[in-house]
């Protein structure tokens, strides 16, 4: 991230150990055989309380938060495995949205090859934000992740 100008997570650390104990929500990792933990988000079925307008507020929907990935697996796009994973998630659990939010249009962009469309920007008092919503829908997983490099239906 640092050499892409983006702000390292490095000094983040007992704020990402503290989300484990988050009891609104859980942390989930994705694990490499060959390397361990490769990543990790933390889902709510409650977002924040600013970004959204409270019709959206009210329908159900899985939050994802806080997603960090190792940058050693870029290539393989690690986000993109635990976003769609979500987004099925959601689907099996009968929950028609997946929200997510972001601090910088780089991030957004790559949300948005994920199925991710960006619902709006709010600006807040030292940050903007990038909102950013998929509707939740059945992916069969194994063959997209078996790649390594996982992809969209219909992106090849």
Not at 50 to 70: F, K, Q, V
Not at 76 to 86: C, D, F, K, Y
């Amino acid at each position: 991230m640092e050499q892409r100008g983006l702000p390292s997570w490095r000094d983040a650390l007992d704020d990402l150990v503290a989300q484990c104990d988050n009891p609104a929500g859980d942390v989930w990792v994705l694990e490499s055989d060959e390397r361990g933990v490769v990543g990790q988000m933390l889902v709510q079925e409650q977002g924040p309380p600013w970004g959204w307008t409270e019709e959206e507020r009210a329908e159900p929907a899985l939050y994802l938060s806080g997603s960090i990935t190792d940058p050693a697996l870029r290539g393989r796009r690690p986000g993109t495995v635990m976003a769609l994973w979500a987004v099925d998630r959601a689907a099996r659990l009968g929950v028609p949205w997946v929200r997510r939010h972001c601090h910088f249009e780089g991030v957004a962009r790559y949300n948005q090859t994920q199925g991710f469309t960006l619902v709006r920007q709010e600006q807040r008092t030292h940050t903007r934000l990038y909102m950013m919503a998929r509707p939740a829908e059945r992916l069969d997983l194994p063959p997209l992740l078996s790649s390594g490099t996982p992809s969209l239906p219909g992106q090849g």
